[in-house]
Nanobody, 125 residues
């Protein structure tokens, strides 16, 4: 059974950095896409970034492009989200997710079948 466990959230001042980790287990992820989504109180769950495990190709939401970097460590079966130049509007619960790499949009949360428990990121002004 696929398990995704996030870590690395916390409280940071605006302009600061955090690195989120997502440890994946339960199967081989070579043909998977790993995604990061976030959800602020009272809002929908929004796409942040994704990476294709096989090629390392990355995809970003416009709101984070240039500030966030998604990467993966094959040996550790772990995906990272490096977040720099954080803004108060980045405050949310961040979720790691996984789906098969079979095509279709990487940007829709409904296309992902596996989810972690989420980690809180709070950016103070």
């Amino acid at each position: 059974q696929v398990q995704l466990v996030e870590s690395g959230g916390g409280l940071v001042q605006a302009g600061g950095s955090l690195r989120l980790s997502c440890a994946a287990s339960g199967r081989t992820f070579s043909n998977y896409v790993m995604g990061w989504f976030r959800q602020a109180p009272g809002k929908e769950r929004d796409f942040v970034a994704a990476i294709r495990w096989s090629t390392g190709s990355t995809y970003y939401a416009d709101s984070v492009r240039g500030r966030f970097t998604v990467s993966r460590d094959r040996a550790k079966n772990t995906v990272y989200l490096q977040m720099n130049s954080l803004k108060p509007e980045d405050t949310a619960v961040y979720y790691c997710s996984a789906r098969g790499d079979y095509g279709g949009s990487f940007y829709q949360s409904s296309n992902y079948g596996y989810w972690g428990q989420g980690t809180q990121v709070t950016v103070s002004s």
